[in-house]
């Protein structure tokens, strides 16, 4: 076979067979197929799709394309997590720790962020000491002890999606579910868990931004895990405003905190919970209901909060910000952004609020740009307030005050009011079994 035949083929809408998408994957990985005829191929997959079988395989053959975890000694224990990204989404530095205090194995890469959507690596870092790298050994030999470890994603992880994906982002073939789908599950599944849940994030902060596009993802990824035997379960949630009230790395530590004392944002906790559940009753064969009472019994106990200190002194860092996040620091410039008018906050383009974060110096726009720990935003109103003019919307934090005006008018044009309160919209769409 040649690449000229597979462009061919997927150009007049017919299906790859097994080989020749090993074939594909294996010339993505050596370079044996130049860019060019990657990118036709991208191209054609754009506009003729994939069956639900040459997803499920160019997923697998991408995921042994490099390293992989082996977890197996671990049984049917282990459980992951993922997002599709969104804007003050801190929910591993929660879930992970309330699922480990059930006795679930959580061994996870995680990844930084780039511009408006946080990452978790970057998160953890942000507490003084936390390393992020483990060797090997010491990676299941804490899973093994404590049930817990989070660290950055290996050089070698599913190379080809690697290479895959720096070709959509500069063709405009970005958005196919196929390659979406194939793209994460690739990564899941050579990070080694049993059991995956998913978080897929729709509205203004996500990518996918209808619930159609959403849970049209959420299955695809569902089908693909359980084609390579995994236990899977999706959550389609709301991304239409920032998720709580922090955006920005310490800020974000610093709210998980107060989510596992019991404090905090109620939809915070709500999205938490509920994935914690799903996590625990996929991984335990036990019902949903089953396994949400046990979650808010560890939460609301303690237990989560002290797993999440011994996780933290594992990896090195400073565990007294557990009892203490003032010891997180705080950003030497403050600015408070009052309401312009009086009305009901009916939207906040989570977007934009994510952009202003990273214009303070909480993100990215580059790869090669440095984060500012400290940087951020602390929303002090949330949509269905109802405000009067001069009220206080959020708080920034920056290193740099000169990055305030543009960090403050963008934040200001994610903002909309009116007279009238808005519609409620969920916060958890739909569950994809």
């Keep these: 076979m040649t690449m000229y035949e597979l462009i061919q083929a997927k150009r007049h809408g017919e299906a790859h067979s097994d080989d020749e998408i090993a074939y594909l994957v294996r010339g993505i990985t050596d370079g044996s197929i130049p860019d060019y005829q990657i990118s036709a191929w991208l191209m054609a997959v754009c506009l003729r799709g994939m069956d639900a079988h040459e997803t499920a395989a160019l997923t697998a053959h991408m995921a042994a394309s490099g390293d992989s975890i082996d977890l197996s000694i671990f049984g049917t224990s282990t459980v992951d997590k993922h997002s599709t990204g969104g804007v003050g989404d801190k929910t591993t530095l929660i879930v992970a720790p309330l699922v480990a205090s059930l006795g679930c194995k959580v061994a996870k890469m995680s990844g930084r962020g780039l511009g408006h959507t946080g990452g978790t690596v970057d998160k953890l870092e942000s507490i003084s000491g936390f390393e992020t790298a483990l060797s090997p050994d010491a990676f299941f030999h804490q899973v093994e002890q404590i049930g817990i470890a989070v660290v950055g994603q290996t050089g070698n992880l599913a190379p080809a999606d690697k290479k895959l994906y720096a070709l959509r982002d500069v063709t405009a073939t970005i958005d196919s579910i196929p390659l979406i789908a194939s793209s994460i599950m690739s990564k899941k599944l050579a990070a080694g868990a049993h ?77 938490c919970l509920a994935l914690a559940a799903n996590m625990v009753a996929i991984s335990r064969d036990i019902s949903t209901e089953e396994a949400t009472a046990q979650v808010t019994e560890a939460l609301d106990s303690g237990r989560a909060l002290a797993k999440f200190a011994e996780w933290i002194a594992a990896q090195g860092g400073d565990a007294s910000c557990a009892e203490e996040p003032a010891r997180l620091g705080q950003a030497p410039f403050l600015r408070t952004i009052c309401a312009p008018c009086e009305g009901y906050l ?82 958890i769409f739909s569950v994809i079994e």
């Excluded at 049209?216 to 709580?244: F, H, Q, W, Y």
Aim: net charge negative; glycine share 10%.
């Design 346 to 427: 009916t939207a906040m383009d989570a977007e934009r609020i994510g952009r202003a974060a990273m214009l303070l110096g909480a993100g990215r726009a580059t790869k090669e740009d440095i984060i500012d720990p400290l940087a951020g935003i602390r929303l002090c109103a949330t949509v269905g307030d109802k405000l009067c003019a001069g009220d206080a919307l959020a708080v920034l934090h920056t290193s740099d005050e000169t990055k305030f005006a543009a960090a403050e008018a963008a934040f200001l044009s994610a903002m909309t009011f009116d007279a009238q309160p808005p519609k409620t919209l969920p916060l």
């Design 195 to 271: 059991a995956i849940v998913l978080d897929v994030k729709i509205g203004s902060g996500a990518f996918m931004k209808t619930r159609e596009e959403g849970e049209a993802l959420a299955r695809a990824m569902v089908e693909i895990g359980r084609s390579c035997g995994r236990k899977m379960r999706a959550l389609v949630t709301n991304m239409d405003l920032p998720l709580g009230y922090a955006i920005g790395n310490a800020l974000e530590v610093a709210e998980a905190i107060e989510i596992l004392r019991g404090e905090g944002s109620p939809a915070l906790r709500e999205i």
